[in-house]
């Protein structure tokens, strides 16, 4: 039997975070043994906020490389960049004729963007879920993880497919979302009440995966936490439970057991033993990715083969898409 598909992907919009790890690669590497797995630097997705063009490349080049760190092989997954595959473009296209302005109109991401960019509000800012519904589709994908700020852009993609298949026959497989149970919200350090964010101007909300082991410790110790020095997960306790999430992710240890762990801690001492465990799982996966980004002629092959898997990949959904509408 053919195998499922999964295709997702990371704007290369700053340095990855273990919000992106926690809260998608880490499944992206659970689950690529059971699926066809297509991973993409989402490099167009990135020009919706101005980049300067040597930065974008670098760090482009970066989040490929910290797929691979991350433990997804370059030979069982298709790792590649948006921009080489000229499909994802067109059928972006395609699709905003098939997508309603009020349905674009409510995405929160929009909003939240444009409040941050308000100097840069773009058509491309809007038509953001539209290039991501065309990502998803082309691969006639089955299932797509991604963290939970992605949950509306996902259900927007499937809405736009079953809108496609009920005028033209089935088309495009109506992929379903796979956002986990715990670590897909890691929330930003100094402000749990909003998500970690790669372009957070505020670098210690953030805990970068490049990040030294001193600076992660410096950034947890920092966290805010609240006043009754009680470590237990609930709502009105959006910096401890964050924290305890972080822990229970990188150890692998329940969020009960994680509370456990830290009855007879205060709060500074919790917040130096959530750094350490996250210093010590980041580690093999630093020392990989420093190896992987030093090594300017393997990445070079891995970039150039994958982008010819996935145009080839990509090709049957034009032609049915491109027949389906009547282009001649
Ligand atoms: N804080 C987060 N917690 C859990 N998952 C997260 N993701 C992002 N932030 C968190 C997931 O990581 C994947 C890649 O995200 P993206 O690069 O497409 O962009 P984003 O969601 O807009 O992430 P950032 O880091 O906040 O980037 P900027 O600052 O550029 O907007 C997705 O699966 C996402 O859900």
Same mark, same amino acid.
């Given at each position: ?58 760090? &482009?080049? $970066? ?34 004729? !098939? ?14 963007? =444009? ?7 773009? &058509?491309?800012?809007?038509? !953001? ?18 963290? #939970? #700020? ?8 499937? #809405? ?17 979302? !796979?956002?986990?149970?715990?670590? &897909? ?11 970690? =964010?790669? =372009?957070?101007?505020?670098? !210690?909300?953030?805990?970068?995966? $490049? ?22 997960? $609930?709502? #009105? ?20 057991? =994680?509370? +456990? ?19 010590? +799982? ?23 083969? &994958? ?7 990509? +090709?049957?959904?034009? +032609? ?9």
């Amino acid at each position: 039997m053919q195998k499922k598909i999964i295709f997702s992907g990371m704007q290369a919009t700053g340095n990855l975070h273990i919000g992106n790890w926690l809260g998608a690669a880490r499944n992206w590497a659970r689950l690529c043994a059971e699926y066809t797995c297509l991973y993409c630097v989402v490099d167009l997705h990135s020009l919706t906020v101005r980049q300067d063009p040597a930065t974008l490349r670098e760090n &482009a080049r $970066s989040v490929l490389a910290w797929y691979i760190a991350l433990g997804l092989d370059p030979k069982e997954n298709t790792l590649y960049f948006q921009s080489h595959v000229s499909a994802h473009a067109e059928l972006s296209w395609i699709l905003s004729c !098939y997508t309603y302005m009020g349905e674009l109109n409510r995405m929160t991401q929009f909003k939240d963007k =444009s409040a941050k960019n308000e100097a840069n509000i773009n &058509a491309g800012l809007f038509t !953001y879920p539209v290039l991501m519904a065309a990502d998803i589709l082309l691969f006639q994908t089955d299932l797509v993880p991604v963290g #939970d #700020d992605q949950r509306q852009h996902l259900e927007l993609a499937r #809405d736009v497919a079953q809108r496609f298949n009920q005028v033209y026959g089935e088309i495009f497989v109506v992929p379903e979302g !796979y956002i986990p149970p715990v670590g &897909a919200r890691i929330m930003a350090l100094q402000s749990p009440g909003k998500k970690m =964010s790669k =372009s957070d101007e505020n670098l !210690y909300n953030c805990i970068f995966l $490049s990040d030294s082991p001193d600076v992660i410790i410096k950034k947890f110790k920092r966290a805010v936490t609240d006043s009754d020095n009680e470590i237990r997960f $609930s709502e #009105d306790k959006p910096g401890i439970s964050n924290l305890l999430t972080v822990y229970s992710c990188v150890t692998g240890r329940s969020i009960d057991q =994680s509370v +456990a762990d830290f009855a007879q801690s205060g709060y500074g001492d919790f917040k130096l033993k959530v750094g350490e465990a996250v210093v010590e +799982a980041l580690l093999p996966y630093r020392r990989e990715y420093d190896r992987l980004i030093a090594d300017t002629a393997y990445l070079d092959g891995v970039i150039a083969e &994958a982008a010819g898997k996935a145009r080839h990949l990509a +090709a049957p959904t034009m +032609a049915r898409v491109r027949t389906a509408v009547g282009l001649p």
